[in-house]
């Protein structure tokens, strides 16, 4: 691993000089306009923070600007359900890369209801019926095991992209009333929705991100903390289902260039694993057509490309 990740000052210095490169590409891409509250969001900003295991956190640009997490969010809920059922989880939701729009429901009916992954949005639907069948108050749950996690009791849902999304979610609504119909989904449709789409709105910043997810890269063990946050078994697990489809159908590409467990949001974040050393967050909100924001990728490609990150 290269000095530069040890040394804060030189890294602030790398961060910087990527947000500022992002900052001058050519305008490229879309914000998600399907949720028309995250059409509303300045394109122009971009952030970047990296959380190390040792603790520190090393920012530039927007990186205390909090945005939509959107499906960043399901690692959160998948990491809740895993430690509630343990592998019974794997019966209904399966750990395979879906090769389709985050959002596809063609895979779904060939495959009687048992989505891909809990990376694609069915996947995540069957998460989330998990955790509104398993807790008497999931909202409640999640959102504090969020401030846990990032060590801030300010991290709060936004209502209305909440509202936003609950209003355009047709397509959702059609994921999981397509499972029920195959007996995968066991609460109300409705009711599962409504936790899922609360889960996507929440509101946090790249660094925030990064704290709360650098038990990833420490083998289940939050660095600030100590605590547990799952099984090491479990941390290695959602890394290789991060690497294979974190990045929907742009996965093969991203495991291609930049060699990291990932995930991306249609907020315009994309998060990245760096075992034994911590979590990149880069966020920017103009979307390629896979629904990855162009210059998070960016700017992730370049920081792991100049430092060798690659996993392979
Ligand atoms: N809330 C979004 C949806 O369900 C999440 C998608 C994403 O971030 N890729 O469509």
Same mark, same amino acid.
């Not at 899922?196 to 946090?204: A, K, P, V």
């Given at each position: 691993m290269e000095g530069i990740l040890k040394q804060p000052q030189n890294l602030a210095k790398l961060l910087q000089s990527l947000v500022d490169e992002a900052s001058k590409l050519p305008v490229e891409g879309d914000v998600a306009n399907y949720i028309p509250a995250l059409a509303a969001v300045n394109p122009d900003q971009q952030g970047l923070a990296v959380a190390t295991i040792d603790g520190q956190v090393v920012? @530039? !640009?927007?990186?205390?600007?909090?945005f939509s997490i959107q499906s960043v969010s399901k690692i959160f809920g998948l990491v809740m359900a895993m430690n509630r059922v343990g592998d019974q989880l794997w019966k209904r939701v399966h750990m395979e890369p879906s090769g389709q729009p985050f959002n596809s429901i063609v895979q779904l009916e060939w495959e009687? !209801?048992?989505p891909r992954n809990p990376f694609i949005n069915a996947g995540a639907i069957v998460v989330s019926d998990i955790l509104a069948t398993h807790y008497s108050a999931c909202k409640t749950a999640l959102v504090s095991f969020v401030r846990q996690l990032a060590g801030c009791e300010t991290i709060y849902p936004d209502h209305e992209v909440y509202l936003s999304e609950k209003l355009h979610g047709n397509r959702? @609504?059609?994921? @999981?009333?397509?499972?029920k119909s195959f007996n995968n989904i066991e609460a109300e449709v409705q009711d599962v929705l409504d936790y899922?789409?609360?889960?996507?709105?929440?509101?946090?910043t790249c660094e925030q991100l990064a704290v709360s997810l650098s038990f990833l890269a420490n083998r289940g063990v939050h660095p600030h903390s100590g605590q547990s946050i799952c099984t090491r078994r479990d941390a290695h697990r959602i890394n290789a289902i991060l690497s294979t489809?974190?990045?929907?159908?742009?996965? !093969?590409?991203? @495991?291609?260039?930049? !060699?990291?467990p990932a995930k991306s949001g249609v907020g315009g974040s994309i998060i990245a694993v760096v075992p034994n050393y911590g979590v990149i967050v880069a966020w920017s909100p103009r979307l390629n057509s896979f629904g990855n924001s162009c210059r998070a990728m960016h700017m992730i490609t370049h920081l792991a490309e100049r430092l060798g990150l690659s996993v392979y």
């Open positions: 920012s @530039a !640009g927007d990186a205390t600007v909090p009687h !209801g048992i959702n @609504a059609a994921l @999981a009333y397509l499972m899922y789409f609360h889960q996507c709105s929440l509101s946090m489809s974190g990045m929907y159908d742009q996965s !093969g590409e991203f @495991a291609f260039t930049v !060699g990291l």
